[in-house]
């Protein structure tokens, strides 16, 4: 079994920074792609984030230029910097891993339990 455990949520002002980590524990060999989700209310869960153990990087529209991903693959953690934050991004972000990166957004194998980011205006 996998376990995720994601830290580093709060509340922020419009144009501060945050970032949020997750922490992997268990079988992490299978944990090819890693990924970060937002659900905000009344809204449905999307992936904002990817990446794969080969560095491959994805990022949706609306967070791109101003989030970075990366993992580190030793202490089985992926991170989210969060920059330039706008009251929109206030939502529940969630950590997901998968087998694989094309699967990651359909179907991830894994997720953790979710951090709150509140952005004030």
């Known amino acids: 079994q996998v376990q995720l455990v994601e830290s580093g949520g709060g509340l922020v002002q419009a144009g501060g920074s945050l970032r949020l980590s997750c922490a992997a524990s268990?079988?992490?060999?299978?944990?090819?792609?890693m990924g970060w989700f937002r659900q905000a209310p009344g809204k449905e869960r999307e992936l904002i984030a990817a990446?794969?153990?080969?560095?491959?990087?994805y990022y949706s529209d609306f967070v791109k230029g101003r989030f970075t991903i990366a993992r580190d693959n030793a202490q089985n953690t992926v991170y989210l910097q969060m920059n330039s934050l706008k009251p929109e991004d206030t939502a529940v972000y969630y950590c997901?891993?998968?087998?694989?990166?094309?699967?990651?957004?359909?179907?991830?194998?894994?997720w953790g339990q979710g951090t709150q980011v509140t952005v004030s205006s």
């Open positions: 997901a891993a998968a087998p694989q990166i094309a699967t990651l957004e359909a179907q991830p194998s894994h």
């Open positions: 268990g079988r992490t060999g299978s944990l090819y792609a």
């Open positions: 990446i794969s153990i080969r560095t491959y990087y």
